[in-house]
């Protein structure tokens, strides 16, 4: 049973960063896609960027230009440089791992196409 650990959420005010971050205990994380979700209260879930195997970035557009996805294959990390930070990002946000996610937007933003979760790390925002 693969495992995804979040950290490095927190409490900013508007127009400051985070660093969560993900660390998974998958063995062959470098060719896994992985993704980060967010639901804020009484609202669905909804996507945030993913990264696949060969580091190519996709973002929402609500982040775009804010937020930047990586990954460290050596260390089975995976992160999420969050700037200019708005009151409307305060979420919980979720790292997601799947295995065989097709490269192009319809899969890489729908939750179904991830195989494992972690629990989440709270983002608060205020203004």
């Known amino acids: 049973q693969v495992q995804l650990v979040e950290s490095g959420g927190g409490s900013v005010q508007a127009g400051g960063s985070l660093r969560p971050s993900c660390t998974s205990s998958?063995?062959?994380?470098?060719?896994?896609?992985l993704d980060w979700f967010r639901q804020a209260p009484g609202k669905e879930r909804e996507f945030v960027a993913a990264i696949s195997w060969s580091h190519k970035p996709v973002y929402a557009d609500s982040v775009k230009g804010r937020f930047t996805i990586s990954r460290d294959n050596a260390k089975n990390m995976m992160f999420l440089q969050m700037n200019s930070l708005k009151s409307e990002d305060t979420a919980v946000y979720y790292c997601?791992?799947?295995?065989?996610?097709?490269?192009?937007?319809?899969?890489?933003?729908?939750?179904?196409?991830?195989?494992?979760w972690g629990q989440g790390t709270q983002v608060t925002v205020s203004s």
């Open positions: 997601a791992q799947g295995s065989r996610v097709r490269n192009a937007w319809d899969a890489l933003s729908q939750a179904a196409s991830y195989d494992y």
């Open positions: 998958e063995p062959a994380f470098s060719r896994r896609t």
